[in-house]
C-alpha cells in the first residue's frame, strides 16, 4: 500500500458515495468546490440540497499537508516535524424525521518519521429511534469488523458509545456507530489490514 493507493482509494470512494446519492436522490442539487489550503494541499467538496429524501449533505475529500505545530505534535506524542493528512467525510440531513442523520469519515494520518495509520467512524442519529434498525445496523458494522478482526467492532463501539454519552442527562445521544484512530500503527495491526477495511 503507497500514499499513491491511498489517494486513489479515496477519491474512488468519494466518487461512489456521490454517485449512489445522485441515483437514489435525482433530485438533490449539487455544488462542487475545489479548494486549496493555504500551508499546502487541497480538496474537492461536494454539497447537495433539496433531495426528496435528503434535506442537505455533503460528501467531501481532503488531501492535506504541512508543519506539525507544537500542539498537534504533544497530542500525537511524537518528534515528527511535517504530516500528509487524506480522508473522506461524509454528512447527510434527511427530509424525513424518521430517516437518521449519517456521519462517515475515514482518514489515513502519515508522519514524516515513518508512522502512518487509518482513522474514522461512522454513526447514526435518529429523531426516532426504530429498535429493529438500530439492531441492523450495528449486526452490519459488527460483520464487516469481523472481517478483519473479531475483537474490532467491541472496542470501536465502546470508543462511539463513550464519545455520544451525554453524562449530564445520564444518557446517549443517537444510536452511536464505530469509531476507530491509529488502525495499523497499534501494535498487532497491520497496515495493509487497515487500509482493507
Not at 499546502?40 to 461536494?46: F, L, T, V, Y
Not at 449519517?102 to 495509520?117: A, I, P, Q, S, Y
Not at 445496523?137 to 472496542?155: M, P, S, V
Not at 463513550?162 to 491509529?182: A, K, M, N, Q, S
Request: charged share 25%; glycine share 12%; net charge negative.
Amino acid at each position: 500500500m503507497t500514499r499513491l493507493d491511498v489517494l486513489d482509494q479515496f477519491k474512488s470512494l468519494q466518487d461512489a458515495i456521490y454517485d449512489g446519492l445522485c441515483a437514489s436522490d435525482p433530485l438533490m442539487v449539487w455544488q462542487e468546490d475545489q479548494w486549496d489550503r493555504p500551508g499546502g494541499g487541497g480538496g474537492r467538496s461536494r454539497a447537495g440540497v433539496s433531495g426528496s429524501i435528503w434535506e442537505k449533505g455533503g460528501v467531501n475529500f481532503s488531501d492535506v499537508h504541512g508543519v506539525l505545530n507544537d500542539a498537534l505534535r504533544s497530542q500525537l506524542k511524537t518528534d515528527a516535524s511535517t504530516f500528509q493528512a487524506t480522508g473522506v467525510s461524509l454528512v447527510l440531513h434527511p427530509k424525513s424525521p424518521h430517516v437518521p442523520i449519517v456521519h462517515m469519515n475515514v482518514r489515513h494520518f502519515k508522519l514524516d518519521n515513518g508512522k502512518e495509520w487509518f482513522g474514522g467512524g461512522i454513526d447514526l442519529t435518529p429523531h426516532y429511534v426504530e429498535e429493529e434498525e438500530a439492531v441492523l445496523f450495528h449486526r452490519a458494522l459488527k460483520a464487516i469488523c469481523d472481517q478483519f478482526d473479531t475483537g474490532w467492532y467491541a472496542d470501536f463501539k465502546a470508543l462511539a458509545d463513550d464519545y455520544f454519552y451525554l453524562p449530564h442527562r445520564e444518557e446517549t445521544r443517537g444510536i452511536g456507530g464505530i469509531f476507530f484512530d491509529e488502525l495499523g500503527a497499534l501494535p498487532g495491526s497491520d497496515l495493509d489490514q487497515a487500509f482493507a477495511f
